[in-house]
């Protein structure tokens, strides 16, 4: 079932377009990521789906409710952690939880939430002193101190160390198992695989694939060797090989699916001995620049 419809989502700024025709659902229990580089428009759909900005045109529901016309509505069920979020240095943890709390109806038992997200012992810090992982921790458990149905967390890893990306990773993956749906915002190519069912590529304001992260990395790679011991035979019939070139002893296959498994049976029967093989994946940059034309960075 659908907890998010977004239909021709348009808005721009100074007559520029930022968001150009957007449409995209998400699934009750998904974690479905908006990936893009910086500018593509990525949080400025968000923030119109959560209700933060108005759009020019189109349609959004989330839980069947519009975000403008029934906003008071719509943020009893939604938690938001934005790009930009800060707290006073001086407030302490279970203040900001306590406070938090109680902007809704029925809130979470805050005190469970510290215990929940590794805080407890920190209940009494102030917010300056927490380090960059501790604080990720306590923005997540505001986003979800409302007991919302679906939580928006936007490029929550920006800034952390690769030690703090990987556990707070780990907490969204807990979010999920909680029953929160999760619409994760992120210019990381690694995040996106590693943590979404389905992604939402946008650039330039445009929604330029949407698929499972597998399935943006469906196509060609790349398979590399020397030649150490006898010629090497035609390659170029072999399942699933789309081309061969070679510069000297070096070898490059291009091919789909498992071609490797083809080529290295078609060595070996010919008895052609060779170092340094290496297989190359198709990667969320490689699949960007296929569709854009243009490297994930170039933006």
């Keep these: 079932m659908a907890v998010i419809e977004v239909t021709d989502l348009r808005k721009s700024y ?89 902007f809704y109806a029925e809130p979470r038992d805050w005190r469970a939430l510290l215990e929940e997200w590794g805080l407890a012992e920190k209940r009494n810090a102030r917010f300056g002193k927490l380090s960059g992982g501790q604080k990720q921790r306590l923005f997540i458990a505001l986003a979800l101190v409302g007991n919302p149905r679906v939580a928006f967390l936007d490029e929550l890893t920006t800034g952390l160390d690769p030690q703090a990306r990987r556990a707070t990773w780990e907490l969204i993956k807990q979010v999920r198992a909680s029953g929160v749906t999760v619409v994760l915002v992120s210019h990381f190519m690694d995040e996106v695989e590693e943590l979404c069912d389905r992604v939402a590529v946008l650039d330039r304001g445009r929604i330029v694939a949407l698929d499972t992260p597998s399935g943006l990395l469906e196509g060609e790679h790349r398979m590399r060797f020397t030649l150490k011991e006898g010629e090497a035979p035609d390659l170029t019939g072999l399942p699933g090989v789309t081309g061969v070139s070679r510069t000297g002893d070096r070898v490059v296959v291009t091919g789909r699916g498992d071609f490797a498994t083809a080529v290295t049976a078609h060595l070996a029967r010919h008895q052609v001995l060779v170092s340094d093989l290496r297989i190359d994946k198709r990667t969320l940059d490689d699949a960007f620049a296929a569709l854009t034309g243009r490297p994930f960075e170039d933006h």
């Design 14 to 102: 100074a007559g520029l377009k930022v968001l150009d025709g957007v449409s995209f659902s998400v699934e009750e229990g998904e974690i479905f990521g908006v990936l893009g580089p910086n500018g593509a428009g990525k949080t400025t759909a968000v923030e119109c789906v959560e209700g933060l900005r108005r759009p020019d045109s189109g349609t959004v529901r989330v839980l069947g409710l519009d975000p403008v016309r029934d906003a008071r509505r719509l943020r009893e069920q939604i938690g938001v952690q934005l790009q930009q979020t800060q707290l006073p240095e001086n407030l302490k943890v279970w203040e900001a939880l306590d406070l938090y709390a109680s």
